[in-house]
């Protein structure tokens, strides 16, 4: 048995270890209560402004007719062609493209202007051209446009008596390989030949949309492009019978996203089609292209407010993942309206209406409407000539926006109500104006005529030129 010296010495050990371990218990508990230094080190960054390069922008050029081959097209005529920059005596490098192959017009041109010429989105162009041939008849006009990696297209149609052209522009010294992916309202259309097209440098390529989606009532066209950016665009003609019946360009709309806005849609006629009409069929009617761009379906609200303002309509749609909707706007007094979208979900659209004469007549020209993106500070448009040109400008926030319009003829103050809407005419003859003040503010510019309809929306410039922050190793 142990002797009394050695449980002395082991009771002692033992005591030793409660004192520790009851230190131990209160120095866990203080540190529970008294909070411990704390130190961050924010990690290293610099911000990196590019090296200057230049801003381009590129035009279209003439409406296209096919040839009897699909390899072949020509120009129906000419473009009036405004450009706009700010400082206004900046120099613009204008370059007419080499044009698709088997056609021997010039067609798209591109503007540029030289490092350091102007500020991001201070150029700007537009052009328009009336249609009077035996197959194209009406009056189109279109924004020019940045070139891009991605850009959605909403609107066209490739049913019997329409006409559907893809148009990729690429200004740059590289070429482009773009992939077309066309959604319809059956879905996505499976064409592999429009993937890993190649656009040449200083180039415009044209794709019929009827020869990767025959028939289809309602495309919407994806246009992802590497090694290069291109400006891509739709063009639409329509014939009934042997009678024409308009014509339209139409630039890309805003991203995918879970709110759109849709300005400056003119009605010129009273009418249209409920909302609830299970077999709105034709392009008669205003109308609204949708589509939900994910995997899942997409609940969406769709109020349609007069820019004059007072009650609108609202109504709720559900969109099927990847298939097209097209959805009547309902029974419309004529006017201009703002039109705006609220889903769950991403989707994309576009809006569509018509002009006729006479009630009884067909359509004598339509326009697409595509949505917008929210503006920056300044924004410089130019405005090319036109029937009843208007810039229409929307606000989408709850405290109303006072912007300035520079133009020729002045400044003019105008203030945009919250959640409301105005326009302010622009000349026939064409023009620039620079809104400045106009953060957040939607755009669009619209014509109207007799037998004259065209629209595009007012984008604001990239991120191009916008600083990137990095983070050395």
């Known amino acids: 048995m142990p ?14 270890i409660l004192v520790a371990a009851a230190v131990g218990v209160t120095v866990l508990g203080a540190a529970a209560i008294v909070p411990w230094p704390e130190h961050r080190a924010e990690p290293l960054s610099r911000s990196i402004q590019p090296a200057e390069s230049r801003t381009v922008r590129v035009c279209p050029g003439p409406m296209l007719e096919l040839g009897d081959d699909a390899e072949s097209v020509s120009a129906l005529g000419s473009v009036r062609l405004v450009t706009a920059t700010e400082p206004a005596d900046a120099d613009v490098e204008q370059l007419t493209l080499a044009p698709p192959r088997g056609s021997e017009d010039d067609i798209a041109v591109s503007l540029a202007t030289q490092p350091g010429g102007v500020d991001a989105g201070m150029l700007a162009g537009g052009q328009s051209q009336q249609l009077g041939t035996e197959t194209a008849a009406g009056f189109v006009a279109a924004a020019c446009a940045e070139p891009v990696a991605e850009a959605w297209l909403a609107g066209g149609t490739t049913e019997l008596g329409r006409s559907t052209l893809l148009l990729l522009a690429n200004p740059g010294d590289v070429p482009a390989t773009v992939d077309v992916r066309v959604h319809s309202e059956t879905g996505p259309v499976d064409a592999p030949s429009g993937l890993g097209l190649v656009v040449q440098p200083g180039a415009q390529r044209v794709v019929s949309i009827a020869g990767l989606a025959p028939a289809a009532a309602s495309p919407v066209v994806q246009v992802t492009s590497s090694g290069g950016t291109v400006a891509a665009s739709l063009e639409q003609t329509s014939i009934d019978v042997l009678t024409p019946s308009g014509a339209e360009l139409i630039g890309a709309t805003a991203p995918p996203a879970k ?20 077999h709105a069929e034709g392009d008669a009617h205003p109308s609204l292209r949708l589509l939900a761009t994910g995997t899942e379906p997409v609940e969406a609200a769709v109020s349609v407010v007069p820019e004059t303002g007072g009650e609108g309509s609202v109504f709720d749609v559900v969109l099927q993942a990847g298939q097209v909707s097209d959805i009547p706007l309902g029974e419309l007094a004529a006017g201009d309206y703002t039109v705006r979208i609220d889903g769950d979900g991403e989707f994309v659209a576009a809006a569509r209406t018509a002009t006729r004469v006479a009630e009884d007549e067909l359509p004598s020209d339509f326009a697409w409407f595509p949505a917008s993106l929210p503006l920056l500070d300044e924004t410089l448009v130019a405005v090319p000539q036109g029937p009843g040109a208007k810039l229409h400008l929307a606000n989408p926030s709850d405290a109303d926006v006072e912007a300035s319009l520079v133009a020729e003829s002045g400044e003019e103050a105008i203030t945009v109500p919250a959640g409301a809407a105005v326009s302010t005419a622009m000349p026939a003859s064409g023009g620039r104006v620079l809104i400045t003040g106009g953060a957040g503010l939607q755009a669009s510019v619209s014509f109207s005529g007799e037998r004259q309809l065209a629209a595009f929306a007012v984008q604001p410039p990239g991120p191009l030129d916008s600083p990137i922050l990095i983070y050395p190793r």
């Open 259 to 278: 709110r759109q806005t849709i300005t400056g849609v003119v009605v010129q006629q009273s009418g249209g089609i409920a909302v609830d009409e299970d």
């Open 3 to 16: 002797d009394s010296r050695t449980l002395i010495r082991a009771g002692g050990r033992g005591l030793v």
